[in-house]
């Protein structure tokens, strides 16, 4: 897969997602094998996912550079990042920050389970 191919699969689940109603996402390329996506999803309820993932392929297989994802309604409801300065959190990095602490992951989150888990706080 390419970055290119990587960003028209993004684009098809933002404009086919049931929950997802406006988004404003800017897609950077800097070689086939890398680029940046960032932007915000509004969701159905009009909360919303502030989001940037850096996309690097090597030998066809996606890996995620730094990535965020913030879900906010009013106040942000949680976050999923990778930055390394948090105690407690080791390599890869890979956390989620709720209201009652730091979890740590042993993957990078996709973007499609970040939408999945915000509608799941809706209903």
Same mark, same amino acid.
């Given at each position: 897969?390419?970055?290119?191919?990587?960003?028209?699969?993004?684009?098809?689940?933002?404009? $086919?997602?049931?929950?997802?109603?406006? &988004? @404003? +996402?800017?897609?950077?390329? #800097?070689?086939?094998?890398?680029?940046?996506?960032?932007?915000?999803?509004?969701?159905?309820?009009?909360?919303?996912?502030?989001?940037?993932e850096e996309?690097?392929?090597?030998?066809?297989?996606?890996?995620?550079? $730094?990535?965020?994802?913030?879900?906010? &309604? @009013? +106040?942000?409801?949680?976050? #999923?990042?990778?930055?390394?300065?948090?105690?407690?959190?080791?390599?890869?990095?890979?956390?989620?920050?709720?209201?009652?602490?730091?979890?740590?992951?042993?993957?990078?989150?996709?973007?499609?389970?970040?939408?999945?888990?915000?509608?799941?706080?809706?209903?």
């Open positions: 897969m390419t970055f290119e191919k990587y960003c028209g699969i993004v684009s098809r689940l933002l404009e $086919r997602h049931w929950g997802v109603i406006d &988004k @404003d +996402v800017i897609y950077k390329s #800097y070689s086939r094998e890398i680029g940046r996506i960032a932007g915000c999803i509004t969701l159905v309820d009009g909360s919303y996912i502030d989001f940037a996309i690097i392929f090597v030998n066809r297989k996606m890996t995620k550079g $730094r990535y965020r994802y913030k879900y906010l &309604k @009013d +106040v942000e409801i949680f976050r #999923y990042d990778n930055y390394p300065k948090h105690p407690g959190i080791s390599f890869p990095f890979h956390h989620k920050h709720t209201s009652t602490g730091v979890i740590q992951l042993e993957t990078a989150p996709k973007l499609i389970d970040i939408i999945e888990e915000a509608l799941r706080q809706l209903f």
